[in-house]
């Protein structure tokens, strides 16, 4: 007989739901506890979820002999101090991205978990999206040929409100950046999940419209390369679009553009029959048995958070491992440290 699990949300705010969908879906676990610093948010996520212990303090939690794994959802400045100290209490942790904001700390949570033999891992939920392990398996079985070039683009629109109504967005302390390694993220590591790693070739930021209300960028545009295949990429966070991402793949053999928007559309796609007839495959699957997703951050959370428990109850390693997310986060870093001594736009 399986044994029941019991999960805690540390950080109720917009992300939170995701997680608690996601470990709701897994036969023999339960999501335990709600904690917020602000007392009044962990109660009110707490009783829409139907979550019956509330605490205003992680540290409370740490002593739960019950407690098997844990949601860091916090800022992204909090993410290490606090993994590494559920790591240290003997709890599996899922960390939301970015891992941290520092690569010395990523070190320090893969070497934490380790010493501690404890399941470290971090949301890269679209790594899990059909389509793009779709993609990422006709790259790599050569359908596309040889690759020329990658495209990929983030429009997304964050009022004022957004930044001035959080203690941390917007911020070079609490965010480490904004539309790169917030919203820009996913592409980034969708990319070097479909591509592999990245070397950083030039970066630029500007801030102009959201100016009066962040000390971060709004927008970055870079050049990087795969293994020398170009990959250009423009994020912003001040368009008029709510939300869209587009990758373009393009091989001397074919070329696939779709996004990460749930639940995920192949816009365009040519190339040999075997191509097409993947394509196909594909997309009759998506169209008959793709859930809706919670927003668009889509539904994947809930892929990676079965494989997160399959690995704690001693399965097989999960798909992507924190110590891959450090390579994500060293190339945001990279990108961040080459727009630097580059002139910022005006
Ligand atoms: N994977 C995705 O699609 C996705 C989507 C949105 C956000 N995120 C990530 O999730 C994380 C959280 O983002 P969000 O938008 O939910 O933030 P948020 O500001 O909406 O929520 C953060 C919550 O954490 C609480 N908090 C802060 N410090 C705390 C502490 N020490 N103890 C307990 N609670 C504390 C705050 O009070 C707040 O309610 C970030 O890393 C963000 O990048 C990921």
């Not at 400045?77 to 993994?83: G, M, T, V």
């Not at 960390?95 to 320090?108: L, Q």
């Not at 958070?305 to 997310?325: C, E, K, N, Y």
Request: aromatic fraction near 6%.
């Amino acid at each position: 007989m399986a044994i029941p699990h019991s999960h805690a949300i540390v950080g109720c705010g917009r992300v939170a739901p995701n997680h608690v969908d996601g470990f709701r879906s897994v036969p023999d676990w339960t999501v335990a506890w709600a904690c917020d610093r602000a007392a009044a948010t962990a109660t009110a996520f707490a009783a829409e979820h139907g979550i019956p212990r509330v605490s205003t303090d992680w540290r409370e939690l740490l002593d739960d002999p019950a407690l098997t794994s844990v949601s860091v959802t916090v800022d992204h400045r909090q993410h290490a101090e606090l993994a590494i100290a559920f790591l240290e209490a003997g709890k599996h942790v899922l960390v939301e991205k970015p891992m941290a904001t520092d690569s010395a700390d990523a070190h320090r949570m893969v070497a934490c978990a380790a010493a501690n033999d404890r399941l470290l891992s971090v949301v890269a939920q679209h790594r899990y999206d059909p389509l793009v392990v779709a993609v990422r398996d006709w790259v790599r079985e050569g359908l596309l040929g040889e690759l020329l070039y990658v495209s990929v683009n983030l429009q997304s629109s964050r009022p004022q409100s957004y930044y001035a109504d959080s203690y941390w967005r917007g911020t070079l302390d609490g965010e480490g950046g904004s539309a790169l390694i917030n919203q820009g993220y996913h592409c980034l590591d969708t990319v070097r999940w479909i591509c592999g790693d990245l070397d950083v070739r030039a970066a630029v930021t500007r801030t102009k419209v959201l100016a009066d209300v962040i000390e971060t960028e709004e927008t970055l545009s870079a050049l990087l390369t795969a293994d020398g295949v170009p990959v250009t990429m423009n994020v912003t966070v001040a368009s008029s679009v709510d939300w869209r991402t587009r990758i373009e793949v393009v091989g001397a053999l074919g070329s696939v553009t779709f996004d990460l928007d749930h639940p995920g559309s192949l816009h365009h796609w040519s190339g040999s029959a075997e191509l097409q007839r993947r394509v196909a495959a594909e997309q009759a699957r998506t169209a008959t048995t793709e859930a809706p997703g919670i927003d668009y951050y889509g539904i994947s959370h809930r892929r990676q958070i079965a494989d997160f428990a399959q690995s704690v109850r001693g399965g097989r390693p999960m798909l992507s491992t924190a110590r891959d997310a450090i390579g994500t986060l060293d190339t945001v870093l990279g990108l961040y440290e080459r727009s630097a001594s580059a002139k910022a736009l005006r």
